[in-house]
Nanobody, 124 residues
């Protein structure tokens, strides 16, 4: 069973940056497709970004501002968030899956593993 633990959230001002980390244990991290999702209060959870082999995918709302990356030697997934906006405020969740398909399918189909989330708040 893969365990995922997020860290790096916090309170920042608009325009600032945050880097989220997700430490994985208990499985073969390098074989997993990994992603980030977020959920704001009163809203449904939404896809943010994913990484599979050398390819990365982003929601339109974060494209150009966020960067997903992974370090397989450290079993860690990252999300670099720049030019943060108040609408980026949410709980951010790391997720992993054992299979991949089209990005449209992956965004909306169940993922195998989830972290507990880390809160990012963007406010002046």
């Amino acid at each position: 069973q893969v365990r995922l633990v997020e860290s790096g959230g916090g309170l920042v001002q608009p325009g600032d940056s945050l880097r989220l980390s997700c430490a994985a244990s208990g499985g073969t991290f390098s074989s997993l497709a990994m992603g980030w999702f977020r959920q704001a209060p009163g809203k449904e959870r939404e896809f943010v970004a994913a990484i599979w082999e050398s390819a990365t995918y982003y929601a339109d709302s974060v494209k150009g501002r966020f960067t997903i990356s992974r370090d397989n030697a450290k079993n860690t997934l990252y999300l670099q968030m720049n030019s943060l906006k108040p609408e980026d405020t949410a709980a951010y969740f790391c997720a992993g899956r054992t299979t991949w398909g089209s990005i449209a399918h992956v965004k909306n189909s169940p993922w195998n593993y989830w972290g507990q989330g880390t809160q990012a708040t963007v406010s002046s």
